[in-house]
T-cell receptor, first 115, second 114 residues
Framework: DTGVSQNPRHKITKRGQNVTFRCDPISEHNRLYWYRQTLGQGPEFLTYFQNEAQLEKSRLLSDRFSAERPKGSFSTLEIQRTEQGDSAMYLC?????????????FGPGTRLTVL | AQSVTQLGSHVSVSEGALVLLRCNYSSSVPPYLFWYVQYPNQGLQLLLKYTTGATLVKGINGFEAEFKKSETSFHLTKPSAHMSDAAEYFCAVSGPNTGNQFYFGTGTSLTVIP
């Protein structure tokens, strides 16, 4: 079990550019979540997948944001036409929806800085 | 709707002293409750969780928390603080009625004074 991994760990981009982040969940986990965390705040839910289906999206997820999980394994989060307000830590988590409280395991995050 | 309130955005304790981090939740049904710890520039690590059963739960690194339904609280404690406990701590609530979405508090930054 290698845990949840995210790449890149850091991304600096200029306003208006597109960026894409990748998340590799724990291999047997069927649910995958994306969160955004700004300084001094707790993680805020963005969206989640069960297998390859995107089941819910937060109102925080503007039209510039899109997420995919094409084969029910890794996921990508793309932000188009980045804005300075997009600067944040983007966290990915995964869980297994059988038994228990569906505990979420978090990756190390991708820190995005938009200049 | 679910919400989590963490009283005290910053808590300072002396090394060896009791750690108490407060968490209150609002939920129409008994929730699942979690405490996570986050070290700088890292993701969140689960400390402990309450789902059902015993209301006093023990976690890693000597932390424990007690679910008190009457007070809608899930405060985190550790009898003796260690320098390595300095971090950001987040309380979270989830449950079947939330679609198992996690709702996080705004966090409490713990400083341990040598």
């Amino acid at each position: 079990d290698t845990g949840v991994s995210q790449n890149p760990r850091h991304k600096i981009t200029k306003r208006g550019q597109n960026v894409t982040f990748r998340c590799d969940p724990i291999s047997e986990h069927n649910r995958l979540y994306w969160y955004r965390q700004t300084l001094g705040q707790g993680p805020e839910f963005l969206t989640y997948f069960q297998n390859e289906a995107q089941l819910e999206k937060s109102r925080l997820l503007s039209d510039r944001f899109s997420a995919e999980r094409p084969k029910g394994s890794f996921s990508t989060l793309e932000i188009q036409r980045t804005e300075q307000g997009d600067s944040a830590m983007y966290l990915c988590a995964s869980s297994l929806t059988s038994g228990g409280a569906w505990e979420q395991f978090f990756g190390p995050g991708t820190r995005l800085t938009v200049l | 709707a679910q919400s989590v309130t963490q009283l005290g955005s910053h808590v300072s304790v002396s090394e060896g002293a009791l750690v108490l981090l407060r968490c209150n939740y609002s939920s129409s049904v008994p929730p699942y409750l979690f405490w996570y710890v986050q070290y700088p520039n890292q993701g969140l690590q689960l400390l402990l969780k309450y789902t059902t059963g015993a209301t006093l739960v023990k976690g890693i690194n000597g932390f424990e928390a007690e679910f008190k339904k009457s007070e809608t609280s899930f405060h985190l404690t550790k009898p003796s603080a260690h320098m390595s406990d300095a971090a950001e701590y987040f309380c979270a609530v989830s449950g079947p009625n939330t679609g198992n979405q996690f709702y996080f508090g705004t966090g409490t930054s713990l400083t341990v004074i040598p």
